[in-house]
């Protein structure tokens, strides 16, 4: 810590910082563009000048950019015995104010039709400058925008050429096809030439962008002022990370989603699937009413009550029911059907392989010494070993916190030539390309494949022989890996050689490859990184948002209930959201729902199951029920209703508790709300003790009041019903949160786990975010929210995981299919967003050149498979590093759906 | 057969004809008070608007009247009743013309004071019995109010009743023919006429009732008709007083020949009754504690030494 | 003391001025043209629709009573999709039209807006819309901003320079 005085005044703050997020975490406010706390100084803008001053006794003082000065002055040439700023002095302001004069000479009188308006860092300073006058009589220089994808919007002419796009883009993000053009008041930011951009992370250039120059596209379709969103802290459902999020509603639609800083999980970034697949909930397949099979077969619309009767009907006639959970619903939804339908009849709604896996990981984090890092520590891992998983197209925000990683080993050289590392352009000039150790071991090739030491493509069975190699290289006792050719052991040696000498070395894996084998193999390798003190991390990526939540509550899977129905132990099938289809190969499925008597299913969207149910009940989305998520770290998040839509669509816990009354189940408990049913959960499983803590209880008040979802500013209130009826209807009641649904309640920062916007006084863009943190860039106030349920024991010394595959034998006439993941595309909700479906590639089969000249297919040229009894024709796709003896199918795409992968398949022209 | 109806017809004409007064006073009041101020005032209903007393009329007695669940019932009936009572009462001893009277009391002054004491009852019992912290406290004021300025109310017309040697108003009217006590007594026409703006909290002592402080004071919970009463009372309590002012201090019915003398009396009365309507068109409302110390400190040595002077000077005369 | 009498006086005296009374309805009044009435929107002299949905009406009104949805043309323009003001709540405050920056929304004065039924104080777009530019009959914001619409380019509005050349490498 180290003493400064700002305007004469002294504070403590860390003295590894500069001066400008000294100022910021001190609350104090002074303006900037080009730094951001996650992509450090460059001392571009000089918008953040401030006045140094010798000591005391100097009056004159000299102006220096906050950014670029550190809080230590004896690091400076020649240091100073004291760190002495002053903010509001007249000079800097003045220089701040011209600063923005000249920013603004460009820009155009675009603020009434420019998306960033009210939600604009560049506004935001202005104001905070007192600058409103744009003297400068001559013309502005103009540009011509780009088409950038169906997620970004471009306006050039808004630039005030703060570089923090590609700085975010190349440096941060990896991506290379956006850069800088031309030259002086010139500059342009864009692509070479119009066209998608290719980075997963580009949605977060609205955010970074200080002005307009990159907004939301889909946004854009049906625009509306960020202080009339109406938004609740969420969690993000399209993988197994658990990024924390923002969505915005406005007129019954969610509108667009924003991140929400949680400094352990995601930080400041999404990716584009979590930003920009929300359209699921506005879509046309949503389902809107109850659903009742008629006499003539087909769904027909009907009421809540109706459709209770006719369940009542055969629900309380001693049906033997059992229910299908859903790794995409809430621990409270699968709770509630495991209540209805009875513990030992609860089955977990995933396929046996994800069950098995999920299962797996639990397993070894629960047991080994390796424990998982967050997001967060998974930036400062120093050497990455990734088995089996394409993380672009799985996790893609853990691609962005491994591109972070890579970096920490060459950075450790900046210390010793005593540059900060916030000092973004000297630290980048240091390392240039140079990369820390990264290995990718995958089945395919992936995005990351470019920054890192060493790539190796084979089949699940060969990567896991790999990784226990690495492991047996490591400690000896750990079991060894016996016909491993020259070149794997090499590689296998030099990985453990740089885990070996990596401070924290951190190893990645997961289920896509659907190998159990590969999993144990990385945790063997974490295992054995736990030598000597130091801590091995191990990462386990799961297939959904809550796999870990929903395997830690049953074992039996979706399987396992197509034997209980074919046994006859059940005549009623309860599906929770959930399409069965994408569980299991489709003719099991069929069977399961034609055999049962009965199949009632609650869901949100409308899909091959829910056309087979005999009655469909409307489920809330994230976005409109409240609810826990388990991620992939183990961290239990809570997500909150965002708005009341107009339809019968309650949250499904609600509906279950309804069944219960329907099935005349005279002890159902008696669930009011939210911490009722967490209560029961924390009850009924001792892991899920703490569930009923990650949040405050829907009692929990600030000074009285409730925490509003909408903005002080939002607008409208008296006129947007007005044209169904003048007489404005009461606001929704909400009995399960601290959340009104009005923008009554208190108005300041509410604890961390119930943050549902980023705004204080003076900064409406999300740059606003500094005020909630406790030193910017940090930990927000009160700690970040979430915990963690899954802790490696402490003493814990399990022997290491045996069983090492044999290598992979190719069959003649049949390749092995893998499964290949599409960050647009294999999901399931968030491909029902329209601009993800522009994204998402048309079903193919990806083969090696090998099997393609034996079959003689050449690229595009359509290819017979067979998979689960069921034959497809797809367009083939030469993939040159694909292994040998396998082929690739993507996965989740509409049509190509349900199939298990990996499996054998003949394959033909 | 006439001479036993006569006084009926006379009592009866005077009712009705006092009762019409105080409610043609609210058309009056509120066009005298828009003239004042610069504007017309009612006058879309009939001509003048004239018939707007008519249409209050119907709007006051077709409204729901209202008697609040927590108010003590037979008080709150009965209050309003008691300050058009006592204010009619006092009428009957006022000679109007030198024919036209009801009650020739000896004691005719004493009566009319006696009378004015009645009507506090009304205001506090509206108050007391509303249950109401606002009516409780318009009560409370008028309470003190009206007992303060009632002191020196009876205290400047002794001036009078020296001068003229009598209670009774006849007398006293009779005894004017000479001068009118306005000038001899001009002392005890100020302290007169203050204590009976006082006694009727009329603009600017309104304090019982004033309206940005207390709601509307006694009668907050007031509605229909019973709230019409106090209005009516109000009313008539300005009338009451105008023509006291008239028969005591501006010689009654006296004056030139030419105009009959109930005409006189009408006319004086009226003028006065203007006067009060004036009064509230260009007076703020005082503070309370303004009010009080008013009276106590001013008016009452002012009416005392005016009775002092008085006798003084009768004594000296002779 | 004199001072009350002086001020009964002077109140008295006032029997003898004109009244200031306008006798509405039979005497019309002579409104200014920056009267708060009857709220309209407003097309540029262009005769397109002056709106461009920027919300900001909405968010200064003080009572909440306007409520729209932006949404674009194919070629950039904005304009409301809906745009809906709650005459029974309006209080003809006025701070919509100072918000508003391209002078669409403009309050005329027009007061006679009276119903018997609430729902019918509620108008819609097409209610709202005017033939003309109002107050303002010159500006023209499409004219001033940086966007490109039909039948205007980058770099064709006022005090613009031609769209750069990213290519040249010029000084």
Redesign the interface.
Known sequence: MATIYIDNKPFEVADDQNLLQAVLSLGLNLPYFCWHPALGSVGACRQCAIKQFRDEEDSRGKIVMACMTPVNSKSLIPPLNETRISVDDEEAEHFRESVIEWLMVNH??????CDE??SCHLQDMTVMTGHNYRRYR????????QYLGPFINH?M??CIACYRCVRFYRDYGGGDDLSV????G?V?F?RFEDGVLESEFSGNLVEVCPTGVFTDKTY?E????K??LQTAPSICLHCSLGCNTIPGER?GEIRTILSRYNGEVNGYFLCDRGRFGYGFVNSGRRIRQPLIRNDAGGLESSTPEAVGDKLASFLSNGAKMIGIGSPRASLEANFALRTLVGADRFYNGMSADDSRLVASAIRILQEGPARTPTLREVESADAVFVLGEDLTNTAPRLDLAVKQSVRRKPIERAAMLRIPEWDDASVRELVQDEKGPFFIATPNPTKLDNIATQTYRATPDDLARLGFAVAHALDPAAPSVTDLPDDVAQLADSIAQALKESKRPLVISGTSCASEAVMRAAANVAWALCQDERAGEVYFVVPECNSTGVRLMAERDVDAAIEAVQANEADTVIVLENDLYRRAAGTSVDTLLDTAEHVIAIDHQTHRTTEKAEAVLPAGTFAESDGTFVSSEGRAQRFYQVFVSNGDEQESWRWLQELMGAAGQLEAPAWENLDDITAGLAQAYPIFEAIPKIAPPAGFRVVGQKIPRQSP????????L??V???EPKPPADSDSPFSFSMEGYTGAPPSALISRFWSPGWNSPQAINKFQIEVGGHLHGGDPGRRLIEPSDDAKPEYLNDVPASFKPRDGELLIMPLYHIFGSDELSILAPAVAERSPQPYLALNPNAAASLQVRDGEVVEITLDGVAQRLPAKISPELPEGTAGLPVGLPGLCGVTLPAWSRVKK | MIQSIHPLIITIGILFVVVNTAALLIWLERRLLALWQDRYGPNRVGPFGLLQVLADMIKIFTKEDWVPPFADKPVFILAPAVIVVAVLMSFAVIPFSPDIWVVDLNIGLLFFLAMSSMGVYSVVLAGWASNNKYSLLGGMRAAAQMLSYEVFMGLSLMGVVMMAGSFNLREIVETQKGMWFFIPQIFGLVVFMVAGIAETHRLPFDLPEAESELVAGYHSEYSGMKFGMFFVGEYLGVTLISAFITTLFFGGWLGPSFLPPIVWFILKTFVFICFFILLRASLPRPRYDQLMAYGWKVMLPLALANLIVTGGIILAIG | MISLLRSIWLVFLHMFRKRVTIQYPDEKPNLPPRWRGRIVLTQDPDGEERCVACYLCAVACPVDCIALQATEDNHGRRYPDFFRINFSRCIFCGFCEDACPTYAIQLTPDFEMAEYNRQSLVYEKEDLLINGPGKYPDYNFYRFAGMSIGGKDKGEAENEDPPVDVHSLMP
């Open positions: 155009p009188h675009d603020c009434p039709v308006g009210g001559f013309k502005k220089r103009t540009h011509r925008n306006e002419n808004r053009m031309a030259s002086r010139e342009y864009g854009k049906h625009y509306t002022r202080w009339d007129y500013r939002h607008s409208g209130r008296t006129s947007v007005a044209d009826n003048v007489s």
